[in-house]
């Protein structure tokens, strides 16, 4: 199941840039991160296989995701696998500058791993997408009503 998503961001590619790669920004415009950890240290000069894990509020309840950066070409590509027992999702941000605004396309690969996580994903696969489509409308808002 593949989320797609295109819009643009009347902001410079920089400041897009920062709100995806700054860990301190994330929660500007991902409310339900909790926190993030690196449990072997953040390598900057090379991001590109370094882990994490991840807190989400969902609900009323907090849950933990292992993470990895799958891609890193600054300021144009991120790329990053979350995933637990029943399922991954690998997400792409892809940026485009031009000038003062930055097109974004965002692409999320779920893989659902068990017969639970494919019930809940054919039941609930609109109110992911509807999510998905938040996050967004968040970035692109802070992005345009914040300098990062």
């Known amino acids: 199941m593949a989320y797609v998503f295109k819009q643009v961001i009347h902001a410079p590619i920089a400041r897009v840039?920062?709100?995806?790669d700054d860990d301190e920004k994330l929660p500007l415009w991902m409310p339900q991160l909790v926190e993030i950890n690196y449990p072997d240290g953040k390598n900057r000069d090379a991001p590109v296989g370094t882990r994490f894990t991840q807190k989400l509020k969902e609900g009323g309840r907090i849950r933990e995701y292992q993470g990895e950066v799958t891609a890193y070409e600054?300021?144009?590509l991120l790329g990053v696998r979350l995933f637990d027992?029943?399922?991954?999702?690998?997400m792409t941000y892809r940026l485009t500058g031009d000038g003062d605004k930055t097109t974004l396309d965002y692409r999320a690969d779920v893989?659902?791993?068990s017969v639970i996580a494919r019930i809940m994903g054919t039941l609930f696969g609109w109110l992911t997408k509807r999510l998905v489509r938040q996050l967004m409308d968040n970035l692109k808002?802070?992005?345009?009503?914040q300098s990062a």
């Open 17 to 20: 840039w920062a709100l995806l």
């Open 74 to 76: 600054a300021p144009y």
């Open 85 to 90: 027992d029943n399922f991954a999702v690998d």
């Open 111 to 113: 893989t659902l791993n």
């Open 141 to 145: 808002r802070v992005a345009e009503t």
